[in-house]
């Protein structure tokens, strides 16, 4: 088995990027501007739902506002309407919890023949595992410096 | 709660959701490595004491992005070490973001039991 070069690899890339189609930058970021600015628009009217009728003050009305927001998403995910308009919103549908919903919801659907336990529960955190992960150990290092600076400068 | 909130939520909402797309065109970089990415900024930003203001200023536009996962995990565990000292952050850090994992779990989970998987 032969591999191709650093040199040979990096020319090819140079001469298909030529046959490439440009990706719609623009597009995609007034796509992705209104899709994400719509979903946190809809968390918002939660959120003044919580606070107006349930009477929870802003700050703790912030929390059922992404329980509410997730199960919508996981609804949405599970009748098969949130992956078709996914790839049409791009990060706008990925960036917002939602989209969080929707990569758990899916996996466990996707794996459900393998079984309930190696299919549906070892594959719920397949795609949003590293964001528990990195969010978990970021916040940790985040946390431990900011206490550390806090207690002892 | 200001009726401003509403324009606010919708402008910073969607301008996170452009700075992910961003990085999804200018790099070869998948959606998850986007996520995580956000998560890691929204720990920073809370480190520096900057995603407050941000919740002030946009409601849910600060509060439904994934950036707000890693400022809410940060929060729970600067909020526990801060009544029971530096084993906190370890004991605290699921704190406040109980609600979301544990919803996404169960709807996910329900969602699987109930939905006839596709594709």
């Not at chain 1, 970021?29 to 009728?53: N, P, S, T, Y």
């Not at chain 2, 900024?41 to 809370?46: F, K, N, P, S």
């Not at chain 2, 565990?77 to 544990?102: C, D, K, M, N, P």
Request: net charge positive; hydrophobic share 55%; aromatic share 12%.
């Amino acid at each position: 088995m032969t591999t191709a070069s650093k040199n040979e690899q990096k020319a090819y890339q140079q001469t298909i990027k030529k046959y490439r189609p440009a990706k719609p930058m623009g597009k995609n970021m007034i796509r992705a501007f209104l899709v994400g600015g719509l979903i946190c628009e809809i968390g918002q009217i939660v959120q003044w739902f919580f606070v107006k009728f349930a009477h929870f003050s802003i700050q703790d009305a912030g929390n059922p506002t992404v329980a509410v927001m997730i199960f919508l998403a996981a609804c949405l995910t599970a009748l098969g309407v949130y992956d078709k308009f996914a790839g049409w919103a791009g990060a706008g549908s990925a960036v917002p919890v939602t989209g969080f919903s929707n990569t758990m919801t899916s996996a466990a659907m996707e794996h459900r023949a393998e079984g309930w336990v190696a299919g549906v529960g070892g594959n719920m955190f397949k795609l949003a595992g590293p964001v528990i992960v990195y969010g978990v150990v970021s916040a940790f290092f985040v946390s431990l410096i900011r206490y550390l600076w806090i207690h002892l400068v | 709660m200001s009726p401003w909130i509403f324009l606010t939520a919708f402008v910073v909402g969607g301008l996170i959701c452009v700075v992910g797309q961003l990085i999804l065109d200018l790099t070869s970089l998948t959606p998850g490595h986007v996520m995580v990415i956000l998560v890691i900024a929204g720990a920073v930003l809370d480190g520096f004491g900057l995603y407050d203001p941000l919740i002030k200023f946009a409601g849910a536009g600060a509060t439904v992005p994934i950036t707000s996962f890693g400022n809410a995990l940060v929060h729970g565990a600067l909020l526990e070490a801060s009544t029971h000292g530096l084993v906190g952050i370890i004991t605290g850090i699921f704190e406040v973001t109980s609600a979301g994992i544990s919803a996404a779990i169960i709807f996910a989970f329900l969602a699987a039991v109930v939905a006839k998987p596709r594709g």
